[in-house]
């Protein structure tokens, strides 16, 4: 498996990271906690509307992971992950 993300973004704080295999969640600046979710384990993907800076990510297991992304990066966050989803090896 590549070690390099599909997508990678930073705000606020919180960087987030997409493989092809997960979605890495670190705060401030990767000093902070670190949530590894598995493609197989996103339930959902949801895009906040325009004063909702934000992409929630629901689990399988019922949990929700609120990202904070502005404007583009929130679509393109979004995208990345369902590119992920799909990909086939």
């Known amino acids: 498996m590549d070690n390099k993300p599909l ?3 930073s705000v606020l704080g919180h960087r987030v990271q997409v ?3 997960r979605v890495v969640l670190q705060t401030w600046w990767g000093l902070g906690r670190r949530i590894d979710i598995p493609l197989d384990k996103i339930a959902t993907i949801e895009i906040g509307g325009i004063l909702q800076p934000s992409v929630t990510i629901g689990t399988t297991g ?3 992971f609120i990202i904070p992304a ?3 990066k929130k ?6 992950i369902e590119q992920a989803r799909t ?3």
């Open 62 to 64: 019922g949990e929700q």
């Open 70 to 72: 502005f404007f583009r």
């Open 87 to 89: 990909h086939k090896m």
């Open 19 to 21: 493989f092809f295999d």
């Open 75 to 80: 679509q393109a966050l979004a995208h990345a």
């Open 7 to 9: 997508f990678e973004t």
